[in-house]
Every structure is written in structure tokens, then in C-alpha cells.
């Protein structure tokens, strides 16, 4: 179980910034895990690797676009972006962004999150994003991270297949 604090400064702020009221009946969440015990999930599948994306940004940014254009902003030379690859091509992705966007309490915990996550619609529904995301939690550990944390997502049930838990829920005003 994670144990973590709100921030209620950091709560009112993100209400603010993105128009929208936390309750407990919210149909977005935000997550957390605890990164002490975890351990790799999921088993490794056939020919796809995963690891940290040091290729052309441009052509990372062309998936972004056909996932979800409003985050190509968010992938730029100095992001640190994650990725399932086939054949050395990237077919799913995410970012680890240098300071995780939550609104936990981090006084005595180093958060770090996960964000953006995306597979290209023809090699979607194979495990890769899971694992990806999976991968990209391992990758946060290592670091020596205690927590992971993702802001702003709709797939609950996806995440905590790997043992997110929900902090808090909000929906939009
Ligand atoms: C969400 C998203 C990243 C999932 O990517 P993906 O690579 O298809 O993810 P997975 O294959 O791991 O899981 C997707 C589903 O396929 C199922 N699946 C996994 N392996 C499978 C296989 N071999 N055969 C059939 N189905 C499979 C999973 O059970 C999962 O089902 P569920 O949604 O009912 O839990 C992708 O749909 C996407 O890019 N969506 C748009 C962007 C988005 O919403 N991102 C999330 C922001 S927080």
C-alpha cells in the first residue's frame, strides 16, 4: 500500500490550473506507487525491447501526433522520453519528466513520473504499452525514486494492473 500525503496547496493549485474539482466520485485519478518492493510484473514479449530513446526527436514526434498532437509540446531535446521499439523503431512511448506534476506531499519523498503514454494504434492491444509503462517504472526505480506517480488519467483499471493506486479522483467543471 502507498503511503503518501496530499498536498492541499498543490490540490488547489492543480484545480485551478486545469478548471477542475477534486470528489470521490471524479472519473480521472491521480496515481501513485510505491517504488521499495517493486519488481518487474509483466513477462518480456517476442521481439519488442524497451528503453530510453536517444534517436531523431522528429520522428518520435510524428507518433506523438497521430496519439494525441496536444502532447508534442511535451517532447523536446531536453525530455527524457521511454519506448517500446520493434525492430529499433519506436511503437510506443511515454516521458519522465524531471519533476513529477503531483500533488503529493514530497518533503521526504523523491516522486517521479510518467507521462504521455502512448502506443501507435496499429500495434496496440499486443501488451506492449503495459509493458512499457512497467519497464518505465523499473526505469524510475533504479533512479532511486520511492514513488511513481501519474497525473491526469482516465485508465485506472490499466494502471493498477501493475499496482498504481489511486490518490485522489476529480472530474472537470
Ligand atoms: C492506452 C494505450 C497506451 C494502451 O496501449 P496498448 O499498447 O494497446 O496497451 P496494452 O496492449 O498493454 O493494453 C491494452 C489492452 O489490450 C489488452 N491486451 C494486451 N495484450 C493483448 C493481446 N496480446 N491480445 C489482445 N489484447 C491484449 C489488454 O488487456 C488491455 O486491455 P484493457 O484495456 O481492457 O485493460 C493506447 O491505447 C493509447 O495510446 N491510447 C491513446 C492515448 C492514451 O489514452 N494514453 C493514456 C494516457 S494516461
Known amino acids: 500500500m502507498v503511503n503518501v500525503q496530499i498536498d492541499t496547496a498543490k490540490l488547489k493549485n492543480m484545480e485551478t490550473k486545469l478548471n477542475c474539482k477534486f470528489s470521490n466520485d471524479g472519473v480521472f485519478v491521480e496515481m501513485a506507487l510505491d517504488l521499495h518492493e517493486y519488481q518487474e510484473k509483466l513477462p518480456s514479449i517476442n521481439s519488442v525491447s524497451f528503453g530510453i530513446y536517444s534517436g531523431d526527436l522528429e520522428r518520435v514526434i510524428k507518433l506523438v501526433e497521430k496519439v494525441n498532437p496536444n502532447w508534442c509540446k511535451y517532447f523536446t531535446d531536453t525530455t527524457t522520453i521511454f519506448c517500446g521499439f520493434i525492430n529499433k523503431e519506436p ?83
Open 91 to 173: 511503437v510506443s512511448f511515454c516521458i519522465i519528466p524531471t519533476t513529477a506534476d503531483s500533488i503529493l506531499s514530497d518533503d521526504n519523498l523523491k516522486i517521479g513520473g510518467i507521462a504521455c503514454v502512448g502506443t501507435v494504434p496499429e500495434y496496440r492491444k499486443r501488451g506492449i504499452g503495459l509493458k512499457m509503462v512497467d519497464m518505465a517504472t523499473i526505469y524510475l526505480k533504479n533512479l532511486g525514486y520511492d514513488i511513481a506517480y501519474l497525473h491526469y488519467t482516465h485508465l485506472e483499471k490499466w494502471y493498477k494492473k501493475l499496482g498504481y493506486e489511486t490518490v485522489a479522483r476529480f472530474s472537470f467543471i
